[in-house]
């Protein structure tokens, strides 16, 4: 027989399955030797008291036997000969896009200006120790797009988005651990990221779809509001009236292109700020409320949210044991952003901390209509790396030493590969931005003590939290509202947030292209 429990026990009896057998049957009233197994349904930390818990749901096998039931992949068929649906960008959204294409009987044709995971990781090492970003190649661009090198944390804050359980399932599918089921906050890491974007990939092609790297997608040919095919960068036209746009949020010229061809975009508010590094001890003897974490709990992440005057300014993207990552995506600019290895071992946590922006706030761009959000960020990026010395450098600054207006007379060390520059923030941001996070900070600290200290760097800027452009969809067919078969989909379009978000948009916008085929049949 099964039975299902909630019980809290201490991280140690979680951590360890005869321990958390005999408290299970203590606690039940159950003869130990009746419990054939204990299946870990779900799992939460609950750390607000200094005696901290785990939440465990549990099914109890008593008197029966537990069968391993691996997850399965759907049954795919062979698609090489069905009819062609092109999706522009292999990140989640256009990789789960394809996915869901292929299941349902529809040949993906994927296009994807990046290189492969693996040649990807070249260019990725040329921005962190030479300096030279590949507009094609980084860790935005590319196989998986920026959620192949990203933290893999994966979930989402909106619970109405979709079937999370149905992608998480998929990725364990196709290599990931199966404890991003039980997990309340599952993560995978960058480390085992590739492998699992991989096995997407050559499903996708065993089945008969296709995938072009390093191609680019540089026009679209429209005419009578209606998409008949797309040109690349080498001049070669594709003829399709069915387009999936899955480009990303940093896909800057897809949104140029758009604007000058008059179809429409709305600009959209975004957040931006900085990325803050602290040691990882200090953020687990803050959450955890005690000296060492010991061995039974993982690193602690943290998640923060204040008013400064009316603005928002939060926590972004927390990597508990993570790294900053150098995310410029063009020559000319700097970007930071985090991740962590799946053990989350590094000595360090970071987190984007970010300054809710309005649009009034993009006023001096007004020139660029829907794209001055899009330029505001970009002078941001552009004055980063100039104040930081115009390499992937970033501009950096003592926590204490931001709060009190003063540049930091020397900087520690720090995980962001390409190094530091010591400046004062007020040169990279303007003025409301610079005095909410000098205000927020100041907050912070007064809720997380111990967070306000001088042996905390900020990074500048962390800017590409989501898309500073809406490309506009009819809520019922998801396409575009002027232009028939082309289907804005994912972060870039504004319709996602994350990986999890961007492979559900992903697949909803596959299940609307399908639709509308056989509708027309
Ligand atoms: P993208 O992943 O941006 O993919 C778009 C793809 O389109 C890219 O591969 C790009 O090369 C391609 N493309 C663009 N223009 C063209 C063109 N003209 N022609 C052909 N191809 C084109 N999210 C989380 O949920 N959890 C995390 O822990 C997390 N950590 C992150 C860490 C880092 C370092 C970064 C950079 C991001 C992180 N994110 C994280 C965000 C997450 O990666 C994105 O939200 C997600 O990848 C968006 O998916 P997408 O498919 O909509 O777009």
Redo the contacts with the bound molecule.
Sequence with gaps: MQHEFTIQVSPEIAANPEQLKNDVARKNGIPIDDIKHIKIVKRSIDARQRNIKVNLKLNVYVQEEYIYRPIELPDYPDVSNAPEIVI???????LFSALQCVELGYKPIV????KDVRNRRRDLKAINQDHIVNE?SN?????????T??????Y?RSKKRGDVQRILKLLVGFGATDQILVEAHP?IGTNKLPNIIAAIREKIIAQGGEIHFE????DFEIKSSKIHGVTLLNGDKIATNRVIL??????R??FELLYHKNIEIEAKPFALGVRVEHSQKLIDQIQYKCEDRGPYLPPSPYSIVKQVDGRGMYSF?M?PGGVI?A?ATSPGEVVT???SPSKRDQPTSNSGIVVELREEDFKPFSKYGPLAGMYFQKSIEQKAWSVGGETQRVPAQRLIDLVEGRVSSDLPETSYAPGLTSADMGMVFPKFIHSTLKEGFKAFGDSMKGYLTNEAVVHAPES?TSSPIRIPRDWQTLEHTQIKGLYP????AGY?????S?AI??EKCAIACVRSIEKKN
């Design positions: 522009i960008g292999a990140g989640p959204a256009g296009i994807e200006r990046g094609d860790y935005c661009f590319g196989e998986g797009g920026a959620g090198y990203s933290d893999g944390k994966l989402t993560h191609t680019r997608v540089t899955a480009t990303g949020h940093s896909a010229d897809i993207c990597c990552a995310c952003n985090g991740w590409r989909c994912g972060e870039g996602a947030g994350g990986i999890i961007a948009d992903g």
